[in-house]
Each structure stands twice: as structure tokens, then as C-alpha cells.
């Protein structure tokens, strides 16, 4: 080798061995991302899912798949018994999931040689809701099209093996803004042969309901849920969808909510509503998840009204019947109370609805992890109270499935959260983090702390202390607490919600306001009610708080507010810097694509900020302190400042002004 080569194969060593950690990556196989190991034979049913993943991935000595009376349905036990390894369930999915915990423990590099594992799901039911429409849209979908639209059997198998892999057992597989046509003949021909590719993985399908589909599709003249004809014609509709898919698993509804159909528009109660669609499932097993999502535009407080409307229900649902709750009472904030609805209905069974999608928390350009919101939650809602959990999806069509690679990482924690609740945030981070990127200490510890700080990151850059819904109408993309088009719903204006003055701003929900806290426990109610002992981090969502209120920095609110927008800002910087470092670590791919959203993130701080600090002070008069850094926009410029998106894509870019 001549001198010349000599040192240019060192330096291609060097900047190989410097620059990429491994090939290029596009996200595709999200945290399934093991070496085929052998070609395994094609078995059917869940059991042949079971051998064949194993059969293909895994790496390791012999392992037994055995059914075993007397363990919990959906449990298993992973045991080393001499040199080999035996799992044992009492059906069919246990050792499906079983067998997907070894594989994780391959991943993670946690395989040892004395095993003695044993698992169940915490809840029964672990279901996705898809926002995906008929022609192929998602709302609030930041990934692409919907992917049961053009079902490619290849994307579906994918689909249903990353469920399985952290025991995801349903799908609802269309919006909650029901179309009709859901229920036509032609669709559950299409519904059957999704079912059909999922059940493999023991994944049972749900569709959403058109509470009028009896007048829609039905040509009756109504759809009251107390007339004998609308009642046979669901018991007619429901047993064509059972004869083709027979183990259908229900229904979800949204009924009189953001103009939907209903029962109320028949004179009749949610209960009377959701009671004549379980009697129809019933004889099949199947149920009905109805939600509470409701508000009407005239309420003094959207806060108050899921509570007004059920809570003298409770008890009056069927057995097969479980509300449906989205975790706080308005909508899917970055930072919300918990629905008082958990704590008060008693007699009902109850379900928590979280958003996966990120419609307030930076779409698929922001980095929000959003375990942490879901243990703050339980941390209030005790998870034995419910009987389940729905995520809505953040899944389309997309080379990587959620828009933005760390997405990937909220539906695999939503898996992993609604089997064993009591999981920490930090553990789930850490379990993707390994199977998804890789197991380099080197990487592993500060990009685990990004994903921990994400959330709180984005309360504090784009509305905290309390503050919530001051979004861009529409989209929902980035700050417009200005935003009040005339003749529109005063809910749906950011105004309503924080009516900032010449004395502060913040909802009063206290005894003396709207009287929101009453809904909750007493020690909590007394808790909010009084400024001095609310968390800051909720006081203008109780309270009308004076810009020079006191708080426990010290500081004035003001102030407060002014260094918490700006401590989100060097957050969101600070995320950017630390992903950089990274480079060495992370496929070139998956690298740079992760680093061109954080410098969207970073750069949308700051407009959240400088739009809602130069927006307030127009109200509060009072300077920006001296040791935040000052806005670098202009208010007029921000004011008129629209990104030309539907509610069905994602913002190619932030503010690009
Ligand atoms: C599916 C919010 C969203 C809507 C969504 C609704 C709901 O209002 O903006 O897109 O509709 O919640 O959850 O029903």
C-alpha cells in the first residue's frame, strides 16, 4: 500500500468510525427492529404468530410455548428450565405476548440464562381509536393518510405486530365523527378483511357509530333509540357485521357533541342511547364505549358540562356500556386538571380517553413524550378505577408510521402503559429508546432526558401556568390567544378561556366563578379554590390571577410568566443541542431528520413565546424583565401569520416568517 492510500483508508476508518453508528434507518420498523434469525415456517391462528415471530427473531436456545391452566387471561410466565425456555399462558394471546417480551429482552440486551418472568395485563380492554375518515384522511393525523384506506396486507401485518408486541388488543378503526356509510354493507366487507389480517395478533377491530345511521342508511324516519323499528334495525345491522366478523368487538359513539347526532335530539338520555346499542351487542359479547366528550356553545363553563350531563346518569349504564373520558375536561391540553367525571361517577364504568396525536402539543413537528402526562393523570385517577384506556392513534401512512421518528415512541408507551399502568415513564423511555436506536450507554442517558423534559418543555413554551387553549383556530398549530373571528362559539376562541384584562388574566372556576372546582373531592376543591394553595401549575386554570400576585419564586405572575415562556424557549434549544451531539451515535437518516424538527421546535418556542408575551403584555402593561431574553418578533407580523393547513396534515414548517 503506497503511503498515500495508507492514509486515506485511515482517515475513511476514522470518519466512518466517527460519523455513523450504523446504516441509514427510515423509521419503518419502529421498535421492531430485530435481525431475522431463520426463515420460520408460516403457522396460522395466534399461537403460529407466536412461533413464527420466534422462529424468525429470536437468537437464542430452545423455547416451549405451552398452555397452562389457571394463569390470567392475556398473562404468561417466561421460566429458563435447563436449556431452554418455556412460556406458558392460559390462551393463545399470553403466548403471543410472551413470546414478544423475550424478543424485548433480546433487544434490550436483558436475555439471561435464568428467566422467571411472570405478567398480565392490567386492563382488558387496550384499545387505539383512529380519527381516519372515508376518503382516506385522518383528523388531526400528522402522518399521512389513514392506513386501513388502501389496506396493503405487508403494512397491516406491521401494524399488527407493533401492537402485539406491547399487547395492544382492539383498534377502532374509523373517526369518532362517524360517517353513515361505516355501517354500509360494501365497508364491513372491507372491515372483515381487516379483522381478517389482524386477528392473527389477536387484535379484535371496533368501529365508530352514526347515532343516525337508522335514517341515514336505514331510510327510517328516525333514529330514536326507544322506537321498535330503530332498535330492529340495529339488531339487524349488528348481526350482518358478526356474521362476518364474529368476534367484533362494539362500538364507540360520539353522541351530541360538536354537532354529531344523538339521542338528545330524539328527547332522550345518553343512558337510553347507549343502553339500546348494548342490548343489541349484547348476545354477541360486544360493547359499547360512549363518550363524554360534550359541550354545548351556551355554557358559562365547557369545563362544567361532561359532569352536568352524566354524573345523574351514573348508575343507568349497562353492564356492557363504559363511558368514554378524555383525561381532563376540556381538551387534550398540554396541561390539564383530571375530569372530575373519574372521581365522581361511582356506579359506571369508565374509561380514559388520551390523545396520542399530538392536535395541541406541536403536531408531528414537536418532540412531547407524553408518558408523563399519563402518570400525572394517575396520579390523581387511581387506575383500578377504570375499566380500560384508549389512545387516540397517531398512525398513518407515513415511511415511519407517526411523522416524526420520536412519535413512534408514544404509541409504543401507550402499549406498554395500558398493560401495567404502573410502569414509570422513565422505564418505558428507556425500554424503546434501546429497541429503537440502540443500546449505547453513550446515548441512552441524555436523550432519555430530552424525552423526559419534552412535555413539561412544551407547558412551559407554549402555555403555563394554567393557561390552556390558546391555540390557532382550526389547526390548532402554533399561538393565536387573539384569535375571535366574529359570530364564532365563544369556546372555540382562546379568550373564553383566558381572559386576560387590565388585572390579570385566568378562568375563575372557583366557588365565587364558575364553580368547576366543586366537581372534584372536597380536600382537592378546597385546594384549588384558594390562590394561595392552588399549584401554580393550574392557577389561571382556577383562578383570575392579579398580574402582581405573589408567587412562591417570589415573583410577581407576570414575571412568573414571563421566565417560564422563556425557560421553555432554552428547553426547546437546549433539546436541539443536546440531539447534536448525538450524530455519532444515530444513523445518518433518522438523525437528521429528528435534527430538522428540533430546529422546527426550537424556532416555534419562540414564537409561542414572543406571541403570547408581547400578546399579554398588551393587557398587563408591566416590562419584560431584564433577565429574559426579549421577544425577536413582531406582534402585528405573528397576528397575521396563518398557516394554510386543514385539520387533516401537518405543518411542513413552524413560523417561517
Ligand atoms: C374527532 C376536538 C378535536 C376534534 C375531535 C374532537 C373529539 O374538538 O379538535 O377534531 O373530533 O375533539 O374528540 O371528538
Redesign the pocket.
Known sequence: MTMKRFFFSAFMLLITGWSVAATDEDGSRLWLRMETANTAAIVTGIKGTAMTELQTYWQGGPVMLKRQKGLAKDGYTIKSQGDKIVIAAANDAGLLYGAYHLLRLQQTGNSSSSLDISEKPFYDLRILNH?DNPNGTC??GFAGKSIFFNPNPEHMKMYARANASVGINGTVLN???AKPEALSSENLEKVKTIADQLRPYAIRVYLSINFASPIKIGGLKTADPLDAKVIGWWKDKVNEIYRLIPDFGGFLV?AN??G?PGPQDFGRTHADGANMLAGVLKPHNGIVMW?A?VYAPQSPDRANQAYLEFMPLDGQFADNVIIQI?NGPV??QPREPYSPLFTAMQKTQMMV?F?LTQ?YLGAANHLVYLAPLWQEFFSFVKPASLRAMAG?ANIGDDTNWCGHHFAQANWYAFGRAVWNPSLTSEQIANEWLRQTFSNDERMLSSVKQIMLDSREAAVNYMMPLGIHHIFAGVH?YGPEPWYSPKGLRADWTPPYYHRADSIGMGFDRTVNGSANVMQYPYELCRLYNDINTCPETLLTWFHHVPWDHKMKSGRTFWDELCHKYDDGVHQARHFLAAWDAMQPYVDKQRFSEVQRKLRIQARDAEWWRDACLLYFQTFSHRPIPQDVEHPVHNLDEMMQFRIPIT?YENPENGYNK
Open positions: 380519527w383528523e388531526r373517526n369518532v365523527n360520539k357533541s360538536e354529531e363518550r366528550f378524555k381538551d387534550f380517553e390523545q392536535e387516540v390548532h385539520m
